[in-house]
């Protein structure tokens, strides 16, 4: 088991839905990111919130929504998503900048 | 050209055998180097996490940084059918900025071992 933990699991959703993916994590790390990771490829950066403020967007579309309710919390909003967004998306946590990044096992998400 | 490559394998050994997986990066910024494994359907998991040049040991893996050479090397000893994984090595500039926290992976590397 991971110490970052992100629900649900597993997601189906349709291209008008609104869902919302979480993650946690408990080991006081002041650092949170969201990464997409399509089949056979390595992550790719989403977003960065350093001490809950979003630090970097990597041009990510408006239709994914971060939120970071506090120093143990991260959302991604998901809105009008289309079907090429199918991916696991990670969330990582680290102590800095400098510091190690801590994935989760991801949400796989499915867009029909 | 790719700012970090990967030799993205599939690579397949016997149980017991010596495993060499190797990254090479073109950005000298780069301070702050890791492995990860990743299995399937699960999260990369950090397994070595170094800083600038040198050697570091962890049971049977043992990471080594050559800055110089811009090129890092993660050895597994006496391999075993469980440490059969996609190996992704990740390197960062650090500091602050437009950098922060910003992972930059080589491909991965499918590694297999066999009983």
């Known amino acids: 088991d991971t110490e970052v933990t992100q629900t649900p699991k597993h997601l189906v959703m349709g291209m008008t839905n609104k869902k919302s993916l979480k993650c946690e994590q408990h080991?006081?790390?002041?650092?949170m990111y969201w990464y997409k990771q399509k089949a056979k490829k390595p992550p790719e950066l989403m977003f960065v919130?350093?001490?809950?403020?979003?630090?970097i967007n990597e041009s990510v579309p408006s239709r994914f929504s971060p939120e970071c309710p506090n120093s143990s919390l991260l959302n991604l909003h998901l809105h009008a998503l289309q079907p090429e967004d199918s991916a696991l998306y990670l969330c990582?946590?680290?102590?800095?900048?400098?510091?190690?990044?801590?994935f989760g096992n991801g949400t796989r998400l499915t867009v029909t | 050209q790719k700012e970090v490559e990967q030799d993205p394998g599939p690579l397949s050994v016997p149980e017991g055998a010596i495993v060499s997986l190797n990254c090479t990066y073109s950005?000298?910024?780069?301070?702050?180097f890791m492995w990860y494994r990743q299995y399937s359907r699960k999260g990369p998991e950090l397994l070595m996490y170094?800083?600038?040049?040198g050697n570091k040991e962890d049971g049977r893996f043992t990471a080594q940084v050559d800055k110089s050479s811009k090129y890092i090397s993660l050895f597994i000893r006496d391999s075993q059918p469980s440490d059969s994984a996609t190996y992704l090595c990740?390197?960062?500039?650090?500091?602050?900025?437009?950098?922060?926290?910003?992972?930059?992976f080589g491909q991965g590397t499918i590694l297999t071992v066999h009983p």
């Open positions: 990582a946590s680290s102590q800095d900048s400098s510091a190690a990044l801590h």
């Open positions: 080991m006081g790390h002041r650092a």
């Open positions: 919130y350093s001490y809950e403020k979003l630090s």
């Open positions: 950005n000298s910024a780069f301070q702050y």
């Open positions: 170094t800083y600038s040049s």
């Open positions: 990740a390197m960062s500039a650090g500091a602050g900025g437009t950098s922060y926290g910003k992972l930059t």
